[in-house]
């Protein structure tokens, strides 16, 4: 049984930085692509960017390069995702999900339950 | 970055009725095609992979088709867990991008 268990919910001011752990459980972990997709309220689904924990960082999503850090644990098979410089835009559920594949080519089987990130002054 | 296009955006069906519903990608993606279902405050399931590939777990009733640019999601026989919205991602090229979602409501 594969679990993505993720970090409590967070309130930002505008201009910091948020950082979100996925810690996985049941299964292989370094080399399957961890991603990271976030849903601002009552809007679809914003794939980010993600890593593969045995070679790096994947690609990102052009808007957010330069703002987004995606690092992995293998020690404790954790993945954390990093968003700075936040705007009132970044409100947002943010989830962990990993590839059904080791390319990602399969889609995503496994979710986190997500992490509701609140940018308020 | 490809972009993913669904319709409708939102549908009424009935309990018992057959849906389909459409992505089409702004290039090719082959077969690179992943259909997602979410429910309200719940993280998104995957349905279909490949296009037409039946996630384990996952009623036949789902089913899906298509290759190139133009691929449909079909319900065959709608229960009352499937009202939710729906989301198809290319699994092309990164960005991993998704559609806007297409949100089916009881009628």
């Known amino acids: 049984q594969v679990l993505l268990v993720q970090s409590g919910a967070e309130v930002k001011k505008p201009g910091s930085s948020v950082k979100v752990s996925c810690k996985t459980s049941?299964?292989?972990?370094?080399?399957?692509?961890i991603s990271w997709v976030r849903q601002a309220p009552g809007q679809g689904l914003e794939w980010m960017g993600g890593?593969?924990?045995?070679?790096?960082?994947?690609n990102s999503a052009q808007k957010f390069q330069g703002r987004l850090t995606v690092t992995a644990d293998e020690s404790t098979k954790t993945a954390y995702m990093e968003l700075s410089s936040l705007t009132y835009e970044d409100t947002a559920v943010y989830y962990c999900a990993r590839g059904a594949d080791h390319g990602d080519y399969k889609g995503a089987d496994y979710w986190g339950q997500g992490t509701l990130v609140t940018v308020s002054s | 970055d490809i972009q993913m296009t669904q319709s409708p955006s939102s549908l009424s069906a009935s309990v018992g009725d057959r849906v389909t519903i459409t992505c089409r990608a702004s290039q090719t993606i082959a077969t690179f095609l992943n259909w997602y279902q979410q429910e309200p405050g719940k993280a998104p399931r995957l349905l279909i992979y490949?296009?037409?590939s039946l996630q384990s777990g996952v009623p036949s009733r789902f089913s899906g088709s298509g290759s190139g640019t133009d691929f449909t999601l079909t319900i065959s026989s709608l229960q009352p867990e499937d009202f939710a919205t729906y989301y198809c991602q290319q699994s092309y090229s990164p960005p991993r991008t998704f559609g806007q979602g297409t949100k089916l409501e009881i009628k």
């Open positions: 490949g296009a037409s």
């Open positions: 890593i593969i924990p045995i070679l790096g960082p994947t």
């Open positions: 049941g299964g292989a972990f370094n080399s399957y692509v």
